[in-house]
Structure formats: structure tokens, C-alpha cells
């Protein structure tokens, strides 16, 4: 059989740094931080007082009516109005395509955990009585999303969300990739959304000493490779791409971004929340992309990782890079836009690969920001692009993403 090649005909976003992929392409290159105080909760009682949130967020202001917001989770919101750019960015014609052959596969960590936790906490305050909204359920589950796009379009193809953690939104575009390589589908909305900036998220994380607590430097918190860094800082939004069969996309006249060459997907069988410390199934997911996508290490230009700013990961990764990609390690760019973004939790795949693309679009490597003081454990002849942009060539980008669970998930992207 032979495998269809798939191109990215559409973008769509809405997160920490920006309400438009314009905006957000802008902000990565100047490396603006979107790290702000909560204003969603009373965080008076919390050990971490600040996160990246969505700015200046209104539903009513994306085409979404006050009625219909309020039957959507803020995590659908962002899905929503992230896929609705994509397909128009895309200039998807729904009066003339095959809609059977449209699908959507959505990513998302934990879904509506701010409904969840909403009405759990009126059921206490309300002495025991159970009453509960009849959106409760359909506002909650994860993959209601993918449900909400496809309703509103249409879209009668391939349908459903991908759970695998912080992995979830690259887990969903390595599907798409392989359901429309197979000839399942011509087109496939996929991306992924979080609104995880609640009590019990924020507490939760805390309670893992995963979360970053200082307060006091909010907006630099955030800081990979870092010997300072103290843990993630927690984002939110949502991304969308459209992945299209390539002979479909060129008949159409499409735009077309970037070509998907090479997926990955492994599992640490380690530990529920710390990576392996050699960076195993990290390894694993970058030789798949590669071996999948038949191109060697040195054709790579720039590395979209992980990198959380969290003690172990930011090491295990650099680890796993320098096994798979030798000498070459040393002469191709690094970076993590989580400095600026914060961390997506099962948007973050998504929102990254669209930073590849910003990569590859203007030439230009976005920054790890907030870097001061150097970690022994880390090896600084590594280029990893700190606090401030490079301009670069960029003709083959990677995107890593791993969740806990020890789920690992990578994404190749080429131009064309």
C-alpha cells in the first residue's frame, strides 16, 4: 500500500502569549513571558500564586453567543475558537468537500476539571442536596471538544480526543498523521485545548512538588536549563492544525505550511511522574520520527523540547538528544518556548509544533528565556537558544512532548 504524504494547510490559536497565531508568532520572537498573578481563583491559601494565562478572554468577542458559552467548559472555549482560525486559515469549503471525509482528533489532559471542580464544590456548599447541572457531564468529559467542532462544521469523519497527559495534543497529531497516511480521511481538524488554572489543578500540582513557587520572580519563573529552577509553570489555551493528504491540498489551492514527515510514540515503564533518567523513551520517539520519516539526524535543524524547567526532565532530555543525535547535537538550535508559554499540560504539543512552523516560516529560532545561572549537570556547548532569538534557516524541525504516566510523543516536520 502506498502511504499518502500529509502537509499542514491550517493554524489556529489562542494561548498565554497571543489570541492569534500573528500575535503569537510576534511574542515568540521578541521572548515575552505570559506568565501573570491568577485572577481565575482566590489564590490566597495557595503555595503558587501565578501561572500563563489566556489574556484579555471573553467568548462573546470568537463568535461564540453567551447561551452557548455556557453550555462549553473554558477548555472547549479555547478549542473551539483555536479550530475555527484553523479552518478558515485553511479555507476549508464545507458546501464542497466530502464532510464523511473531515475528521477532528482533539487532545486534552484533563478536560473540564473547572466544571468539575465547580460543581463539586455547590454540591458541598449546598448541604449534600444533589443538584447538579444537567451540563455537568457534557461540559466535564474530554472528549467533548472534538464533538463541539465537529457539530459545529459538520465534519462526519474520524472522530474522537486523545488522553496521554501532557503527550495528549502530539498523540492526536500523530494520529491524524497516520489515519490520513492510510487514506482514512482526506483532512483532519487536530490540535489540543487545557483550562487547567483552577484549585484543584493548581493544588494538586502543588501537593507533587511539580509546580514552580516562586512568587516572587512570577513572570522569570519559568526558566529551563536553569540551576535555579523549581518546577513547571502552569499555561493554558489551546492550539489547532489542519492536516490535509497533500494531492487533496494541492487540487484545492492550498496553503501549505509545512510538510509531517515522522511521528513518534513510547512509554517510559518507569515511574508515574519523573522521566527516565537516561531520557529512554525519549530516544525511542526521536529515532522513530526520524526512521519514519527516512532522514537522517543531521538533517535536523531545531528541537522544539520538552523542557519544563523541572529539575529532572530538563537533564534527562538533553541526555536522550545527545544519544540520538551525536556531534550533530552540538550544531543545531534548542530551544523551550515554555519559558514563555508556561506549560499547556495536553495543549503543549500542539501550541510547540505551531512554533516549529514559526521556526520555519521566518527564519528565526524562538528563545528559552529567563536563563541566569548555569546547571552542572547540563552541558552548555549545546546550543539552546537562550534569551534571545536566532535567526537560523530552518528546513526540518522536531517537536518533543512527554506526560506523566511516562507517556513520550514526538512530531517531524519538513518544508516544502
Known sequence: ???????????????????????????????????????????THFKTKFACEVKDFD?????????????????????????DQAVA???????????????VIWGSGIGGITTLSQEVKSYVEGGLIPRFSPFLVPKMIADIAAGHISMKYG?????????????????????????IRLGKANMI??????????????GGFNAAQALSTNNEQASTASRPFDVTRDGFVMGEGGASLVFEE????VARGAKIYAEVVGSGLSADAYHI?????????????????????????????????????????????????KV??????????????????GHLLGAAGAVETIACIFAMQRSVIPPTINFEQEDPEIDYKLNLTLNKAQKRTVNVALSNTFGFGGHNSSILLKKI
Do not use: W
Open 324 to 341: 540520538v543525535f551525536g556531534e550533530h547535537a552540538y550544531k543545531l538550535n534548542i530551544s523551550s518556548t515554555k519559558s514563555m508559554t
Open 246 to 249: 497533500y494531492e487533496h491540498a
Open 189 to 202: 481538524v487536530t490540535g489540543g485545548s487545557e483550562a487547567g488554572i483552577c484549585e484543584p489543578s493548581i
Open 155 to 179: 465534519f462526519r469523519g474520524p472522530n474522537y480526543t486523545t488522553v496521554s497527559a501532557c503527550a495528549s495534543s502530539t498523540n492526536a497529531m500523530c494520529d491524524a498523521f497516520n489515519l
Open 273 to 321: 511522574t519523573a522521566p527516565h533518567p537516561e531520557g529512554v523513551g525519549a530516544i525511542s520517539v526521536m529515532r522513530q520520527a526520524l526512521d519514519e520519516a527516512g532522514l537522517q539526524p543531521e538533517d535536523v535543524d531545531y528541537i522544539n523540547v520538552h523542557g519544563t524547567s523541572t529539575p529532572l526532565g530538563d537533564i534527562a532530555e538533553l541526555k536522550a538528544i
Open 1 to 43: 500500500m502506498q502511504l499518502k504524504r500529509v502537509v499542514i494547510t491550517g493554524l489556529g490559536t489562542i494561548n498565554p502569549l497571543g489570541n492569534s497565531v500573528e500575535e503569537y508568532f510576534n511574542n515568540l520572537e521578541k521572548g515575552v513571558s505570559g506568565a501573570v498573578p491568577i485572577t481565575l481563583f482566590d489564590v
Open 59 to 83: 467568548p462573546t468577542q470568537y463568535g461564540i453567543d453567551r447561551k452557548e458559552a455556557r453550555k462549553l467548559d473554558r477548555y472547549a472555549q479555547f478549542a473551539v475558537i483555536a479550530a
Open 89 to 103: 486559515d485553511s479555507h476549508i469549503d464545507t458546501e464542497k468537500e466530502n464532510l464523511d471525509r473531515i475528521g
